[in-house]
């Protein structure tokens, strides 16, 4: 039962290497774990270097992790969960994560752990919680759950039957692709005939592991506008507002996590100014997968197929870096039906899913069934 377990929380200043470094390392064990039950494979999952990096990049946001543990074996956890507490935007929010050992799921903790996670978001006066479950593909023949904006999940998916449970509502469904590699040559070449067909008048920049001061600001503007570009459903979330300095930040951020960063902006020629952008990262070797980011493309310069483009030109990039690299993933709202349509001309393929759960403090949940 819940009460055999004990909630240990993970200090501020905890790294890898200190004396609480073995709950961040277990953490990467259960991050693994849950990603196999899910996916049947752990490509995606996080590294102990990955997650210590998180911790403590506290610029954005407070945290509070724990890991669960037992009395007879007390460095050992068997959940973990994370409260991100945003501090510069979006003060409305918590965004709470759960995860527990596959064969120790049924048994309190995850209960216990969403507990200790809703009480430290109410005390800090949040009233939207928000929280993710990654899942593989959902089986066609079963019944389903579908989100407001489109998208379904499997009805019986455990960690979305615990999520109801507790009053959380589907609000909204990403969908994860798979793009595999090398890219065929000649399909390539045609579409960056196709781009250069209705691309005229911009120009592309690529960046590695930098952006130079010249183009920060520009930067910064696209990035604060994306969530009012992305497709949000329903979710209680605000625009985050960017400068030079929060972009030296993602920067610092990405290297501390041990992947490199691939950039492509679009230049508008005739205003100098920045109006498309994709990200992309890739973990050091011998991993040999990379993860998509956002890509963007302002509304008054869509239709020059210029997120093809900057898609294209980060590809590039990667193949000259790293042609080691077999898969890249992405996720996409499932509404978000432009985006969709640019990775699938690219060849990705559906491998999974990404339910993102809210949680208002103070309103009846919706049971959508």
Known sequence: MADEFTVVEIPPGATLD???????????????????????????????????????????????????????????????????LPTRENTNLAEISVLVEPAWRRQGLGSQALAWAEAIATASGRTTWLSYIE??????????????????????????????????????????????????????AAWMTEVAAHSDGYRLHTWVGDIPHEWRAGYAALLGSFNTAAPLAGLAVEDEVWDEARVQDMLDHTAARGRVGINTAAEHIATGTLVAVTELGYPAAPRTIAFQGLTLVTPAHRGHRLGLAVKLANLAELARRRPDVVRIYTSNAAENAPMLAINIQLGSHWAGVLPILQKRVGVAPVDVG
């Open 18 to 84: 200190g004396a609480d470094g073995w709950m961040l390392a277990g953490w990467a064990r259960l991050d693994t774990l849950d990603r196999l039950d899910a996916f049947g494979h752990d490509d995606m999952a996080w590294s102990a270097r990955e997650i210590a990096a998180d911790f403590a990049h506290t610029t954005m946001a407070d945290h509070r992790w724990a890991v669960l543990v037992t009395a007879d074996e007390p460095r050992v956890p068997l959940a973990c969960v994370k409260v991100d």
């Open 135 to 188: 899942a593989g593909l959902p089986d066609p023949s079963r019944p389903q759950v579908s989100a407001p904006e489109g998208g379904s999940i499997a009805a019986d998916l455990p960690g979305w039957r615990f999520a109801q449970r507790h009053g959380y509502v589907l609000e909204q469904i990403e969908r994860f692709s798979a793009l595999e590699l090398p890219l065929d040559d000649a399909q390539v």
